[in-house]
């Protein structure tokens, strides 16, 4: 299995839903990195199933790290964070074992592994993994931190809700990091939560698109053709379980457009080179030009809903009815966006350090 993400800098995960943790390891980090176990906390609270909006699958995320930090700063050498699951009902999961759950990798996951996997919550295929990748995620955004880069992600639409575009984004981001519910107007967290209960109420589940905006990265970074900034972030993106698509500046809003009205216009601004629009979303040749990198992530409904779906039964090929079981979330929409705030950190991580070196995150 490909379980490794980054080249100088990268993240191992390991574990499954049901097992008896999960985890990651996170090696080529720079030394001297503080790292800040209430901030870890922090962000895995963002993550944290909440309220009637998410499934009723409560986990307390207490991690431990068992190599890589001494005295509060990185070592150098491998960190290895553990997570141990506490709350499973893998019986749950029993009578459903070779019914392929519509949109989910249980028929995926049989014929790679030959029905070895552990098929239990989604296995190591659940979001459930996500968890050990914002713990890992939250060292790489405090490391961009001391760099003055800064991320932060808003849901973009959730139903056919909108919210507002980003304004001043050292504000919004700001803004954003402080929020449970990503959203920059509080009025709409209002209305996608009635979404989210509605799809809920119906034994559905909904969707949406997250925004996402990078501030501080120096321009220069990226290397073309195969490791171009887009390449690089969307392999990240696309790892996390929910994601169908991802979306850089205004690639599919204005592309059938001319381009003269898609080229971004350089200017001189204090001696620093700007540009006046950023429709290509902060990358030229997929090296960054120091404007802020944006980018559109897709978020699908969650495909485990309690209506009744046709599928088959795998081992004994037959067409089945199904009706799960289990605990499930009506939307991730809303806990998956410090998950791309993670993923990100971490691609731009090894981006700046093929650029710079590995040190350059360093004290």
């Avoid at 068992?66 to 700063?73: A, H, L, R």
């Avoid at 979001?127 to 060292?139: K, Q």
Wanted: some cysteine; aromatic content about 8%; proline content about 3%.
């Amino acid at each position: 299995m490909k379980n490794t993400f980054g080249t100088n800098i990268s993240v191992t995960l390991f574990g499954e839903s049901h097992g008896e943790c999960i985890g990651a390891v996170l090696d080529g980090f720079a030394p001297g990195v503080e790292v800040d176990e209430d901030f870890i906390c922090t962000q895995l609270d963002k993550r944290r199933a909440v309220g009637l909006i998410s499934t009723s699958r409560k986990e307390s995320d207490n991690f431990k790290i068992v190599s890589g930090v001494f005295c509060g700063k990185t070592t150098g050498t491998p960190i290895c964070i553990i997570i141990n699951n506490e709350n499973t009902h893998s019986k749950d999961y029993e009578s459903t074992r070779f019914l392929a759950r519509p949109g989910h990798a249980d028929y995926t996951a049989y014929e790679k592994y030959h029905g070895f996997e552990d098929y239990r919550g989604g296995g190591h295929f659940s979001g459930r993994l996500t968890a050990p990748v914002v713990a890992a995620g939250a060292i790489a955004i405090s490391a961009l931190k001391k760099k003055s880069i800064h991320i932060g992600t808003h849901i973009k639409s959730l139903g056919g809700v909108l919210d507002r575009e980003f304004e001043d984004l050292e504000r919004d981001i700001n803004a954003l990091n402080e929020k449970t519910f990503a959203v920059l107007s509080d009025q709409k967290s209002e209305e996608m939560t009635q979404k989210i209960l509605e799809a809920k109420e119906s034994f559905d589940s909904v969707g949406g698109v997250l925004e996402s905006a990078v501030i501080g990265m120096p321009a220069g970074v990226g290397e073309p053709w195969f490791d171009t900034v887009e390449g690089v972030l969307s392999h990240a993106l696309f790892s996390i379980p929910a994601v169908k698509g991802v979306e850089f500046g205004c690639a599919f809003e204005k592309v059938n457009g001319a381009g003269s009205e898609y080229n971004d216009d350089f200017y001189m601004s204090h001696g620093v080179i700007k540009t006046k629009t950023n429709n290509n979303g902060g990358i030229n040749g997929g090296i960054t030009n120091g404007m802020p990198i944006v980018f559109k992530t897709a978020i699908k409904p969650t495909p485990s809903i309690y209506k009744k779906q046709n599928t088959v039964n795998f081992k004994e090929k037959t067409d089945e009815v199904l009706q799960i079981k289990g605990r499930h979330d009506p939307a991730v929409i809303h806990r998956a966006r410090v998950v791309v705030d993670s993923v990100t950190a971490l691609a731009l991580c090894d981006l700046l350090a093929t650029r710079f070196g590995v040190d350059y995150l360093g004290e």
